[in-house]
């Protein structure tokens, strides 16, 4: 249904997309402050009184008349509301400026999406040359600073422009040299500098769920996999009043022994909760314990013998204990005991961890669909096997695997069917909703698409896998600016995020034309999978290393036989409509060797 409040397109003509992140779902950062009715924000509480000019790298903002200008003195076009975020950055050089704070100087009696702040920030960022993000730049969860030249104050606005440009030909020059260089490294190597430093919430308990020790023995061991952690990190990320970090991040700890508070600090969080779990036969005994990560002191313990079928209850017992005692209750109802759902999730968790491998191939996905089929036999009622075949029949149709048995199309719609299947069974799962948005990007969905991403990361936003799938359509339409952001917040909320975001990352630098940071980005995989081996031959013929994306593609369709030129404009034409992005990637093909 559409939304009866009309959104103003600040900063392109268009209006703002219906399926962008929104106020339901937007990741990161503070929460508007408004009553119930209420369209407009409050006037900004910024000191916008600063330098006259500021300049960055070879430009000058002229803060009187809020003009962007190279050093020389030439005007660059930059949209009205665009200029109007600058100034608010440029007002306050070095810091960081809220979301919030920015949308309320900007448009203060206009209610707005996210997406008008983010398409305003792109707009600078091209007209700057800013591929990088290194002079806008992003603090996930926090907002944006300007990083403009330590030396920019200067009371006279006509003459700041021409001294800027005689800097570089001055002393300063090598200063200039040195911060070039820096720059110049920080493409490649500056988007994992954060992790040193994570961000700490400020506005909800920030907490990290360590993956619970399994003390089954023999054909017991294993049975649960992550069950009881992964579930309690989904059920506290959908309250909307905490911030979660992603499992890939605190999974990360597993048979370490690690000091809570210096877990605290690699990953900026104020709790941690750890525990046990041993399955017996037909029971289960479950430990947890909630840990102060600030001091490592203990805040609540307690042991939960029950049935198998009990899991899901004592997994919500769990959540609602630690909600009371951190302060924030949480009241849902206490869900049935079920066995037969419990082995159907064995079976699932098992596909997952297929998928989840690095080296995950054709045959891998294959298994995914005997183990997915098994989970349906266990518990015909649960969605846990229809979204592993969605997922199987996706994957399918995208890397080109097993055409003897279905061509694209046909895999698309099982796909979708068994999607469908599972968010009827289960509204409330994200990973069903997930695997949706895949499916409708494939087809050439995007405005489905985003709205089903929405929903999915409203239902989970710790899940970084599902942000970072939201940029799919973002990219496939030349949103490629937004993609990023999304990339980068995806890493907010996963300080230890997993290969799959530097594979994305590479896609999105290639469509932006900066091949040499695609690389980068791509080779900072600790193991390149099959599939991408087709972006990164696209990336080496980008390069002009005709030799390395031969050798690449050769890889991609040892799992992918019988691909070509055709296929590919056939299968992409109607979906990614990004200007001259297709015809580009084609030619790419081509130069890595795939036949006509």
Known sequence: MKNPVRFMSSCFPNPVPPGSLGS??????????RQEGEMSRKAPEIDLKSAETVTFRDFAFLTKSNELRTVDGKAVNLRSQSAEVLSVLAARPGEIVSKDALMQAVWPDTFVTDDSLTQCIADIRRAVGDDAHAIVETLPKRGYRLNADPFCADPNASAGAERAKTRFSRRGFILAAIVLVAAAIGTYYGAEIWRSAPVRSTDMPKIAVLPFEDFSVGADKGYLSDAVAEGIITELARSKTYAVIARNSSFRYRDQSVDARQIGVELGVDYLLEGSQ?????????TAQLLNAQDGSHLWANTYNREIGD??????????????????RIQRPLPKSDAAQVSALHYHLMAIAEMRSSAFTAAGN?????????????????????????????????????????NRDEALKRAAEYADKAILLAPDDAEAHHVRARIHTETGEIEQALARFDQAIALNPSNSNILMGSTDPLLYIGRTDEAIDRIEQAKGIDPFHPDLLHWQMGWALWQKNDCRGALAAMRKMSRIPTGAHRMLAGIHACLGNDREAKEALAVFLQDSPGQSISQERSKWEKIWTAPGSLDRWIEHMRIAGLPE
Request: aromatic fraction near 10%.
């Open 366 to 406: 294959q298994l995914v669909r005997q183990l997915s089929l098994k989970a349906i036999e266990a518990d015909p009622n649960a969605q846990f096997g229809y979204i592993g075949l969605a997922w199987s029949y996706r994957h399918d149709a995208t890397f080109g695997w097993h055409e003897q048995e279905h």
């Open 278 to 286: 041993q399955k017996i036969g037909d029971r289960l005994n479950v």
């Open 24 to 33: 339901d779902g937007r990741i990161g950062y503070a929460k508007e402050a």
């Open 311 to 328: 899991l899901f209850v004592v997994q919500q017992e769990i959540i609602r204990t630690l909600a009371d005692r951190v302060g924030r």
